[in-house]
Every structure is written in structure tokens, then in C-alpha cells.
């Protein structure tokens, strides 16, 4: 079961700008590793990381295999309206993975 | 005769100074930060996971808050196998006598999730090895084998750890070794590991093959190391190099 | 591009390289494509790293660059790239006037020690960069 911790504020008054913390359990096989039988351990890495803000995207990185395991990236955003936030990670061999985080916004 | 008393006296009073040094000062601010923040730290990860499994499999006798002050005081006797044990090897106990369960693999992402939960659930508390004299001998055999020298570097534990800590090896720094922080993130791991997959490197450092996992090898030193790092803060989860 | 545009970017991108151990060929492909024309001016972005790393497996870096973030005048992209990893480049973060502020920070593997640079691309299509050397030592007891 793939698991996600997304770390973001509760609650921030119109105009704040929040900082969002992501990080996602995952190896980032680079594909450069030997198997110890002669072949590489094939790639298989998270490659984007997007950020919703109530089905608005406001964020996105694209990652490479140089982004270590159990990647973590942290960002901001402007806290404009009460709503959800949704991150969604995808990357190799069909990985797709989302985690929702309410936001009320005074 | 008449220098005993000075001597004495030299002595104690260079044990009231503590020089110990937990890993985590050796590491650099933005790995301290790792550790230190929780929205950096990725064995938030597994912590998370033992939060879950513990609710799901170990709350039916066990509050979580009655783990405060566990961690600290492993390994400790078990009556039954007239012998120390680990933390993650009472937490099979407890599974396989108790629960009727199938015990988790050694070194498995379950079993350290739980031992995370555990010994996180003891963090800032000192180590506290157990008062137990039945614990003795098993302690001096692990105290034996951090000065016993082995592998083809011919190395043991306390040529590095207790003669050369803030030195380096091969440019790493060399911390003290004390146990502070199990179950840990280790950055060249990538992963999160108990204190017997760290002392397998250790070995594998000095050329030596390693324990197996579970060995009585292991769980003698593990008390040794403990009882070296009485009265030290528990710092689980620790992120280390 | 005409010719000429060319050989002056190109005479920039050359003075902008340290003078030994130059940067190599696909880092330098690299900016350029990420540059998309504008020759890569230094300052307005700094790049947070270690200069000697615990270990090169994980290495935390964060990226801040001046900005008001406006909708007139904001950071579109934000690229790290590097010198000796078998991929050139790391992360390619995207903002935006909703961004509020233009910092964003990730761990990152680094298989030597090398050159790290972050990028920033402009509204006004101006790319302002930030270079770091970074020493990488391996670890001593690791598993067999």
C-alpha cells in the first residue's frame, strides 16, 4: 500500500501563502543499479508531482532519477478560498497516487 | 600505597564530566533538520504505518500511551527463553504467544513500523537499561565482542567508536556509536533499519561476515551498547548518514 | 535564432563556465533548452546545499528566488540540474502568480562531487541562475 503525508496548515487567513509539504513512500529506481546477476535493476521512478487547489492546478514539478527515495518536496501557495487540496504523484509503470488535505480559509 | 587515593580521586572525578556524544551531533544542519522536523523526516512514513498496525493489532490489550518507557529499557529478560531479547523480537513474542499470530519477518517494513511506533512512543526518555543481574553475563559477552577485533581489517568496535570517535574514516566521520535513535533513517540506505542491520555494516566495514539477524551475537551487543548510552536521550525515529 | 544571436549566446554560455574542469557538454544542452534563447544571468536565485554532503543519497536542497510573484512579474520555472550524474537534470519545478512565493525544496542524489545549478525562468523570459560545487564523499560501512 503505497503511503503519502502531505503536511499543510488547517487553516490560513485569505492572502496568507502557505508552504505544502509533500513526501511520498517510493524507491526511485534510477535503473542504473546492478541486480547482482549480470542486469540492472530497471527503472522505476515518480517523474510528477501536481498540486490542485480546488481542481486548479497551482503547482507541478517533474522529477527526475537524481530525486532521492521517498521523495519529499515542499512549495508554496496563496491561501485563497476554503477548499481541497489535492496532490496527486504519477511516474512509471502506471504509478498514480493522490492525497487530499482540507484547507479553511477566513 | 599513598598514590591510590590520588588516583582515585582523578578518576572520579573525570567521571562527572559526560563526553558522550549522540550521532546526531556529528551530522550536518540540514540532516539535523531532517531529524529534527517532522514534516522533513521520512521515517514519518513508517511511523505512520506502526501507528495504523499497532491500532489494528496491538490496542486490544495495549493502550499506545502504555508504551512511554518500553523502548528504553530493551533488551530485556524474557523468562520463558531464559534470555535476553530485543524489542522487535518481544514484539513477535507477544504476537506469536498472545495474538496466536504468524511472527513478522526479521528486518521486515512491519516489524520495524511497529518497532518504530514503540520506541517513538519513548523519545526524549534516557535509556534505561533493566536493573537485572541475570543480564550480566550476556552483557559482558557483548562487551567482549565490541573489543574483540575482527574481519580482514582486523578492527574491533572500540578502535573506532571509543579510540578515534570524531576522526574519520575514508572521509566519514566517525561518531561514538551509540544507539539513540533505533529503529533509524539511514541516508545510504534510503530506507528505514533496526540496530542489527546497522552493526551488519559495521561488519561488513571491517571486512568481517556479518551476524545473522537474530544472532545471540547481536542481542549481546545490543545490551552492551545500551548500557554504553545509559542516561542518553532515545531519539526515534533518527534520520543518520 | 539567427546565426549571429547564436555565437553571442553562445560567447556568454562560454564565459559563464568555470575556467578549469568545465561544465560538460549535456549540462550545457541542458540550460540552453531550459533557457529557451535568454543567456542565463547570475544572481536573484539561491541555491541551498551542503558544500560537503552526509551522504550523497539524500541530499536536501532548497532553491529561493526574489520575486514578487505577481501576475506581471512571477518565477515560471525553477531548474536543477547537474554535472556528473548519468541524467543531467534533477527537477524541474513549475509556479505561478498563485505560488505566493518563489522557494521550493527537495532531496536529491548526487553520485560525485560536482556542480549543482539552479535556474529560474522569468514572465519576462530572463533566466537568472545560481552555481554551487559540492563535495560527495562515499559512506565508509555500507552494506556488503
Not at chain 1, 511520498?24 to 508531482?49: A, C, F, N
Not at chain 2, 504505518?49 to 508504551?67: I, L
Not at chain 3, 530572463?126 to 554551487?132: A, E, G, I, K, L
Request: aromatic fraction near 6%; glycine fraction near 8%; charge should be positive.
Amino acid at each position: 500500500m503505497t503511503r503519502a503525508i502531505v503536511f499543510a496548515p488547517k487553516s490560513a487567513r485569505r492572502g496568507d501563502v502557505i508552504e505544502i509539504r509533500a513526501t511520498i513512500q517510493h524507491p526511485m529506481e534510477t535503473g542504473y543499479r546492478w541486480d547482482g546477476k549480470g542486469g540492472l535493476v530497471g527503472r522505476d521512478i515518480v517523474s510528477r508531482l501536481e498540486c490542485r487547489y480546488e481542481g486548479e492546478l497551482v503547482f507541478a514539478v517533474d522529477l527526475w532519477q537524481a530525486i532521492a527515495a521517498n521523495p519529499m518536496v515542499s512549495f508554496f501557495t496563496i491561501a485563497t478560498t476554503s477548499g481541497t487540496l489535492e496532490l496527486k504523484w504519477t511516474g512509471d509503470h502506471g504509478f498514480a497516487h493522490t492525497e487530499t488535505a482540507a484547507l479553511t480559509v477566513e | 600505597m599513598r598514590f591510590v587515593p590520588f588516583v582515585l580521586v582523578a578518576v572520579s572525578l573525570a567521571a562527572v564530566a559526560d563526553t558522550r556524544r549522540s550521532g546526531f551531533d556529528d551530522m550536518s544542519p540540514a540532516t539535523q533538520a531532517m531529524q529534527r522536523d517532522d514534516e522533513q523526516n521520512p521515517a514519518l512514513l513508517w511511523l505512520k504505518d506502526g501507528e495504523q498496525r499497532f491500532a489494528a493489532d496491538c490496542a486490544r490489550c495495549h493502550a499506545p500511551a502504555s508504551m512511554r518507557g518500553v523502548a528504553v529499557r530493551y533488551p530485556a529478560f524474557d523468562n520463558v527463553l531464559a534470555r535476553p531479547v530485543t524489542l522487535a523480537e518481544r514484539i513477535n513474542l507477544c504476537r506469536t504467544r498472545q495474538m496466536k499470530a504468524a511472527p513478522l519477518a526479521p528486518e521486515s517494513a512491519p516489524l520495524l513500523a511497529l518497532e518504530m511506533v514503540v520506541a517513538n512512543a519513548s523519545r526524549g526518555l534516557p535509556i534505561a537499561p533493566p536493573d537485572d543481574a541475570r543480564l550480566g553475563p550476556f552483557r559482558e559477552r557483548g562487551r567482549e565482542l565490541f573489543f574483540r577485533r575482527q574481519g580482514q581489517l582486523d578492527f574491533s568496535c572500540a578502535q573506532c567508536h571509543d579510540q578515534h570517535p570524531g576522526g574519520r574514516l575514508a572521509g566519514s566521520p566517525i561518531p561514538q556509536g551509540h544507539p539513540t535513535g533505533y529503529p533509524i533513517y539511514r541516508l545510504e540506505w534510503q530506507d528505514v533499519g533496526s540496530l542489527q542491520r546497522r552493526l551488519r555494516n559495521c561488519m561488513s566495514g571491517v571486512r568481517a561476515l556479518p551476524f545473522d539477524y537474530g544472532a545471540p551475537e547481536f542481542v549481546a551487543l545490543e545490551l552492551y551498547l545500551m548500557q554504553r548510552a545509559a542516561g542518553m536521550a532515545l531519539e526515534t525515529p533518527a534520520v543518520r548518514p | 535564432m539567427n546565426a549571429a544571436r547564436r555565437i553571442v549566446i553562445a560567447g556568454l554560455g562560454t564565459m559563464l563556465l568555470r575556467p578549469a574542469g568545465a561544465a560538460p557538454e549535456t549540462l550545457r544542452v541542458a540550460i540552453e533548452k531550459f533557457a529557451a534563447g535568454a543567456a542565463p544571468q547570475t544572481g536573484r536565485v539561491t541555491l541551498e546545499i551542503a558544500p560537503l554532503v552526509d551522504n550523497g543519497n539524500v541530499v536536501p536542497v532548497t532553491i529561493r528566488v526574489a520575486s514578487p510573484m505577481t501576475a506581471e512579474d512571477h518565477v515560471r520555472a525553477i531548474a536543477l540540474f547537474n554535472e556528473h550524474n548519468p541524467n543531467t537534470e534533477m527537477a524541474i519545478f513549475h509556479l505561478g502568480p498563485r505560488s505566493g512565493r518563489a522557494t521550493v525544496s527537495t532531496r536529491v542524489r548526487l553520485a560525485t562531487s560536482q556542480q549543482i545549478v539552479a535556474l529560474a525562468k522569468m514572465s519576462d523570459g530572463s533566466v537568472w541562475q545560481h552555481r554551487v560545487d559540492v563535495i560527495v564523499t562515499l559512506a565508509a560501512c555500507i552494506e556488503s
